[in-house]
């Protein structure tokens, strides 16, 4: 027999998913989901925790080896530029197709209307404390967005796992920094960096022994919170479908076409490699927490150089949420369509501005484009109450498009890997 140690990580995990679905609908049955609640769940939150613990000084190490492995500003800033722009491009298309899916779909037109008060009433009191926020997003505008994004203390942006992009900002200006000193003065600290980065790889590896048990209880948790909702499932049933579909081509039809087109590598060879990482990403629903997995995963399975990865994705588990794009696009018209608004064709550019912005400011934590959706939603006058309707349902939907989050991120460091020389 095959040693427990010896199958790969993402045979376990998926024995792990299984198992917790068994494990929660077993309990849920047999009349005890509040066991699973109590006493299994808080594992999946352990684990979830410990993964998020080490994204802030992951993001931090990484981008300063990632900017200081470029060596000189040139070549950083071209990579930048160019990582950049193809993360606005993939999540332009990928809202794009959302609004081409919800528009051929329209999902709104099926939406039993006698149930969308008692659907409302039941989850607007979840949402109350969301939309404060997103009044408050909405009512700052576009320059105290950007102001944010320059935190003036260190330590209370590090202290918060939501400001990555405060982070992001932090690690860039200090990176530029140590670029421009030189390598001669800066060889001391650089050397710290790499231990440091190595250390944490290692508190990785030690997370990742207890990854399938953290999903087995993710999974079960997950079952004894939502199992009984499949009648809330069958009325937003066409709304659901029309985001997995839109969400399963993105991951599996767009991105394996664009590798092999633009890529020297084959589909196959891509989908096994990137596999293992969708499943971290569907079980825990967060970017953040999937980050150092992605990397160590797209180094060795990708061959993505080292350099490219520690820049590439730390950026995109922030700024590159493709899924997320897709995902708000479809919500919105389908909200629109629920209640009789035909969105002008400049309303739906509008969408896409504002979803292509408001990815860049998702945290890549469990639902954190909820309070974006409603500022989106707010800002082209479609009711923001539409949104607890699709609330009871989101969280399958977040895993789902979180996986497509993160294929997105190993597509674009794919292609500037093939386009960055050493
Ligand atoms: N859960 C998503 C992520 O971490 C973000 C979202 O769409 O809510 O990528």
């Known amino acids: 027999m095959r040693k427990f140690s010896a199958i ?4 376990k995990i998926l024995i792990g998913m299984l198992l917790g679905i068994i494990v929660g609908y077993g309990f849920l049955f047999a009349g005890y989901p509040a066991f699973v609640v109590s006493w299994i769940k808080p594992w999946g939150t352990i684990f979830i925790k410990l993964l998020k613990l080490v994204a802030v000084p992951l993001v931090f190490v990484s981008l300063i080896k990632g900017v200081t492995g470029m060596r000189d500003i040139k070549k950083l800033s071209g990579t930048g530029i160019k ?3 193809t993360y606005i491009i993939t999540t332009s298309i990928a809202v794009l ?6 528009n051929i779909i329209q999902p709104g037109k099926y939406f039993p209307h006698e149930k969308a008060e008692i659907y409302k009433n039941q989850a607007i009191a979840n949402i109350g404390s969301k939309m404060d926020s997103a009044e408050k997003i909405k009512n700052t505008g576009f320059m105290d967005y950007v102001t944010d994004i320059i935190p003036d203390n260190i330590v209370a942006a ?19 920094a140590l670029v421009l000193v030189g390598d001669e003065k800066t060889a001391p600290l650089l050397k710290v960096i790499d231990a440091t980065d190595l ?4 508190v990785v590896d030690l997370i990742m022994q207890f990854a399938p048990w953290g999903v087995l209880a993710l999974m079960a948790g997950l079952v004894a919170d939502f199992g009984g909702d499949g009648d809330m499932f069958a009325a937003l049933g066409i709304y659901a479908v029309t985001v997995i579909l839109a969400l399963l081509i993105l991951a599996y039809v767009f991105y394996p076409i664009f590798i092999k087109l633009f890529t020297k590598r084959s589909i196959k060879e891509y989908l096994k490699a990137v596999f293992p990482i969708q499943l971290l990403a ?3 629903s967060s970017s953040a927490a999937t980050l150092p997995f992605t990397m160590e ?3 060795k399975k990708l061959g993505i150089k080292p350099e490219i990865s520690s820049f590439v994705f730390p950026l995109g588990a922030t700024i590159n949420m493709d899924g997320t794009s897709c995902y708000q696009a479809i919500a919105i018209l389908f909200i629109a369509q629920i209640f009789g608004i035909d969105l002008t ?5 509008t969408v896409v501005a504002l979803t292509v912005l408001a990815s860049i400011g998702t945290p890549g934590i469990p639902g954190g484009s909820v309070v974006m959706t409603v500022m989106v939603l707010s800002t082209i006058g479609v009711p923001v109450e539409g949104l607890a309707l699709i609330l009871g349902i989101d969280r399958p939907l977040d895993m789902l498009r979180t996986v497509v989050n993160v294929t997105g991120d190993t597509f674009v460091a794919s292609l500037i890997n093939g386009k960055v020389k050493n």
């Open 297 to 299: 995963q797209s180094e």
């Open 345 to 349: 064709v400049s309303q739906m550019l």
């Open 158 to 176: 590090g202290s918060d796992n939501t400001k990555m992009l405060q982070i992001i900002f932090v690690t860039l200006l200090f990176g530029v």
């Open 8 to 11: 790969p990580l993402y045979v």
């Open 97 to 102: 197709f959302g609004l081409f899916m919800a």
């Open 83 to 85: 990582t950049f722009t």
């Open 282 to 284: 569907f079980s825990t």
């Open 199 to 202: 250390a944490i790889l290692k």
